[in-house]
């Protein structure tokens, strides 16, 4: 791919305009959700898809979320009872439902790499539910972020991950939740978490009033998301879990009374932990130091998303 000239413009009406007309002739954007910062293209159209894959360089058989608005979501998937509960109770907001696909939906075959599945999400950022009210169309987004690497949470990550190989970024500053939807898989089967996130294992079993299986928890290698390779968040350093204080080639992530070179959250609050966490990282990887540790998150509620990251992102890289 050539080297093209990145725009970084702020969120507003002219902006949105700019990125509606670049996703309707088939380019990729760059846009905040509520999770992190996606790389959204028209999911209708194989060439946009091939975009994104190549700016990425995202491996073909891992799928795409797809980016609804509300009323859209039953024209691309098959909901349930759960589904229909989990969608009443979470859209628009940080969860992402896999349900039988529509064929009839129009959606691109790489968008789902070929399974019979589709995963959607109708996101509560202002920002990307305009860009799909003004492009009239689904938008396929997975973080902004070349593959392998930490997902974007300012405009500022996406410049350094993607600048030269994507034409726009809508920059409307920091994202609130920090950390990507929590990903669900409804079927006949019953409701199986995939990928833990800001909508809690608590609130989704309140939700639809049934047990919610932890498929990606087994630890014994399966995966059903395709994309959760087990080093899928890494940053460039070797880094360290569970940490009580730092080695001196160490920069410490500290969290409540570890105090750390940096902390996600002094008073121990979970939610701000997320928030911060993959500015956090991408901190502790532009530091002197060759090794990062990162004190304990206790494994509650969003702890256990925080939790998933940082192990992903310990593990060795894959390939
Ligand atoms: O918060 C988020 O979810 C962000 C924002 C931009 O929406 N997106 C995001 O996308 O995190 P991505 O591509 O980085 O992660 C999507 C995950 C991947 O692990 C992929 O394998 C999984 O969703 N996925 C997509 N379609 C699937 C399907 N049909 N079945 C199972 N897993 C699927
Ligand atoms: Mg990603």
Not at 63 to 80: K, M, T
Not at 171 to 192: K, Q
Not at 211 to 217: D, G, I, T, Y
């Amino acid at each position: 791919m050539s080297a093209q000239n990145t725009l970084v413009l702020p969120y507003g009406g002219d902006a949105v305009a700019e990125a509606a007309r670049l996703i309707r002739a088939g380019e990729p954007v760059a846009v905040p959700t509520e999770t992190v910062y996606g790389l959204a293209a028209d999911a209708t159209s194989p060439a946009a898809i091939a975009q994104i894959y190549a700016a990425k360089g995202r491996p073909p058989f891992n799928p795409l979320i797809v980016h609804v608005a509300l009323d859209d979501a039953e024209r691309y998937g098959r909901f349930d009872t759960a589904g229909r509960a989990l969608a009443g109770a979470f859209w628009p907001g940080p969860l992402t439902l896999v349900v039988p696909l529509r064929e009839a939906g129009g959606l691109a075959a790489a968008v789902t790499a070929g399974l019979a599945t589709v995963a959607l999400r109708c996101p509560a950022h202002p920002a990307m539910q305009s860009l799909l009210a003004v492009a009239g169309r689904p938008l396929a987004a997975p973080s902004a972020n070349a593959s392998g690497g930490i997902s974007p949470t300012r405009a500022e990550h996406v410049l350094a991950s993607l600048g030269g190989r994507i034409p726009l970024i809508l920059d409307a500053g920091p994202t609130a939740r920090g950390i990507e939807s929590t990903i669900v898989a409804v079927d006949e089967r019953g409701a199986r978490l995939l990928r833990p996130g800001p909508i809690t294992l608590a609130e989704l079993e309140a939700a639809t009033s049934a047990n919610v299986s932890q498929p990606f928890a087994a630890g014994d290698g399966r995966i059903e998301a395709p994309g959760q390779l087990r080093s899928h968040y890494a940053p460039a350093k070797p880094l360290r879990l569970d940490a009580g204080s730092a080695d001196p080639d160490e920069w410490l992530i500290g969290f409540g009374p570890v105090t750390g070179d940096d902390n996600l959250s002094p008073s121990g609050n979970l939610d701000e932990a997320a928030a911060g966490l993959f500015e956090a990282l991408h901190r502790a990887d532009a530091q002197a130091r060759p090794r990062i540790a990162v004190a304990p998150i206790p494994p509650d509620g969003i702890g256990l998303a925080i939790n998933d990251r940082l192990r992903r992102a310990a593990a060795p890289r894959e390939g």
